[in-house]
């Protein structure tokens, strides 16, 4: 046997796809703990209440997720650069012009999916609109609150896109094929979400069956940045315009709802990517994603391995 095959890939002097994801991984949780550790020390001394109630305060929120995006960015960008002898643009992050429609578009296909998902269960009987955030709250709160959230939703669209369908997806397709690129990176984006709030069997099918969505837009736009768009909409119309729980998640929402239906078709308490009302929501945005993209000029290679 042949002990370099093990290691080492036959086309070109690095480390085979296997080795490379879980190098990057282990590089990813080391810096998250190494820099989260310290933070979440100096912040837990300043709200000591926090730390004994386990409260999730947004502004911990926010900076979890600015950790876990230097954590994800470091560890992707030193991945490609010493192991894949790739930049960490040609995952698909070139900067242009179409670079910034393609997140307009997809932040826009996103306000019309929950659109359409309000519409229906509300339609059904199946939400109560109890108002707005402004007539409860005071005006300050209600921009802070919403500021705070855009922010956080920016970030975690570009932290989850780079990973699932950045490193994720493309270093497996160049280990595999494609086909097990989506099928594998898709499943594993599903149980990430495992731990969270509310999550059940059904809630990592539906994040996994979201993850092949996300898959479609970034195979149609041939970069990330459609993807990190529809990502970044639909957690902030979810979540702070509509209403719904995000993922398990309780958002500071600006339409206040209380979701009655079944938790079949609505998702419950983890949200609609966890309901059945997700599945024909995921048949308007591909279509409308498949429209957005129909002039793009068919690549020799989709993926930039």
Not at 256 to 274: D, K, M, N, Q, S
Request: charged share 10%.
């Amino acid at each position: 046997m042949n002990l370099n095959r093990i290691f080492f890939s036959d086309d070109e002097p690095r480390l085979r796809a296997g080795w490379r994801l879980a190098i990057q991984s282990s590089g990813m949780f080391f810096a998250f703990a190494c820099l989260g550790v310290p933070v979440f020390v100096i912040y837990f001394f300043f709200d000591p209440e926090s730390a004994f109630t386990k409260r999730i305060t947004p502004s911990l929120f926010l900076l979890s997720t600015v950790v876990e995006t230097i954590a994800f960015t470091a560890s992707i960008f030193f991945a490609r650069r010493f192991l894949d002898k790739r930049s960490i643009e040609s995952l698909g992050l070139k900067l242009n012009r179409q670079a910034l429609f393609d997140v307009l578009a997809g932040i826009g296909i996103t306000f019309l999916q929950m659109g359409f998902i309000y519409l229906v269960m509300y339609s059904l009987g199946w939400i109560t609109f109890n108002g707005f955030a402004w007539e409860i709250d005071p005006l300050g709160k209600v921009i802070g609150s919403t500021l705070i959230f855009l922010a956080i939703f920016l970030l975690v669209g570009w932290n989850e896109e780079l990973l699932s369908r950045g490193y994720h997806l493309q270093t497996l397709a160049s280990g595999l094929n494609l086909f097990w690129g989506v099928v594998i990176s898709s499943t594993v984006f599903g149980f990430l979400h495992i731990f969270n709030p509310g999550s059940s069997w059904v809630a990592v099918l539906g994040i996994t069956v979201a993850g092949f969505y996300f898959a479609f837009a970034y195979l149609r736009s041939k970069q990330l940045w459609l993807p990190i768009g529809i990502h970044i909409g639909w957690n902030f119309f979810e979540g702070v315009v509509f209403g719904f729980p995000v993922s398990g998640m309780d958002i500071y929402p600006l339409t206040r709802i209380e979701v009655t239906g079944p938790a079949l078709w609505t998702g419950g308490a983890f949200g609609p990517e966890a309901g059945l009302i997700v599945l024909p929501s995921f048949l308007v945005g591909a279509g409308l994603i498949y429209w957005f993209t129909r002039n793009r000029t068919e690549p020799t290679n989709v993926l930039h391995e």
